[in-house]
């Protein structure tokens, strides 16, 4: 069964998208940038729009694919659910909770199927990790410590991400959300946060480092960092449960090898014995996790990845945005 999709917001992840359908026909792509549009439709044979509401008129769109600036995601993920259409919306899926609100009732009154795009759980090295975790090999978890950054590039400060009104926030509410969400993926619920979110470096009105200190009911913490001033691009995350860790690092591309390190704890402890997963071919979780979404709809299953996510992830953002003093829903 091949499922009509449409894309809103056609620059590089709508793009990415496209290239990684699948099994899905791309029946007509939209952005306010209508060369965008129109070039992403020619290559695929699409309709093209400058106004996203025209794509929703269309009956064989299934699938609304939205990848436009933070500003929008709502709104749109909203009016699609509306027109009856599945939804794969990218994370943070809302600016803030408030924007979020009208899309989660929106969603539970419907039987359309809503997945957030939060596609680092769709890694090789965490799709290995969630086997090694779910097998009981790591025993019970005790904490997670981790790291997401880059350095941006001359003109960063000029870019929507630093303009608060299109992206809701700055680093925290970008790489921070990904981070967030793997943790409580292991983890679970945060019932404790604590942060704190700085401009250090980028003259821009949004932070460009986000700490934080999360903490579960059981007592396991999640101790995060995602930094705009990396300079060095790095992802490492470590997850230590009781009888051993497992160490993921790099994303592939300008970020390294995506490899994970499994140090089993021995019962006589000492030096633990050590697996190697690298991961050196291309990245293949955009694929993967649409591919998880066809089947979502198809088995009319609920999405793993869906509105709650975002909300649980937001909501940590936004505690430590009022905390830090950063006021980005006025």
Request: aromatic share 12%.
């Amino acid at each position: 069964m091949s499922f009509g999709v449409g894309i809103i917001g056609c620059g590089l992840i709508g793009q990415k998208r496209a290239q990684f359908l699948g099994e899905g026909r791309l029946v007509a792509c939209a952005d306010i940038n209508k060369e965008k549009a129109k070039a992403l439709a020619q290559t695929n044979g699409a309709e093209s729009f400058s106004d996203w509401r025209k794509l929703l008129t269309i009956p064989e769109v299934e699938i609304i694919f939205v990848s436009t600036l933070h500003e929008t995601l709502a709104e749109i993920t909203l009016a699609a659910i509306e027109a009856g259409k599945h939804v794969l919306v990218e994370k943070p899926a809302a600016r803030n909770l408030a924007e979020l609100a009208p899309v989660m009732a929106a969603a539970e009154q419907s039987t359309v199927m809503i997945r957030v795009g939060f596609n680092h759980r769709y890694h090789h090295a965490f799709r290995k990790a969630r086997e090694l975790f779910e097998s009981g090999q790591l025993g019970e978890l005790m904490f997670i410590r981790a790291r997401y950054g880059h350095g941006g590039r001359l003109g960063y400060d000029k870019e929507w991400r630093a303009n608060p009104k299109l992206s809701g926030g700055g680093e925290l509410i970008d790489q921070g959300s990904h981070l967030i969400d793997l943790s409580r993926w292991f983890l679970g619920e945060f019932i404790d946060v604590q942060g704190f979110a700085h401009t250090y470096y980028w003259n821009m009105p949004v932070e460009d480092n986000g700490f934080m200190l999360l903490r579960t009911a059981k007592n396991q913490v999640a101790f995060l960092h995602a930094s705009w001033t990396e300079w060095k691009n790095l992802f490492s995350m470590e997850i230590y449960g009781r009888d051993g860790k497992l160490d993921i690092s790099g994303l592939g591309g300008s970020y390294g090898v995506e490899r994970l390190t499994h140090y089993k704890m021995l019962p006589q402890m000492g030096p633990p014995e050590i697996m190697v997963w690298e991961y050196p071919e291309a990245d293949d979780s955009w694929a993967v996790e649409i591919a998880e979404f066809y089947d979502d709809i198809r088995m009319n299953r609920s999405p793993v990845v869906g509105l709650r996510d975002a909300y649980e992830s937001l909501k940590v953002i936004q505690k430590i945005y009022k905390e830090s003093g950063y006021d980005y829903n006025s």
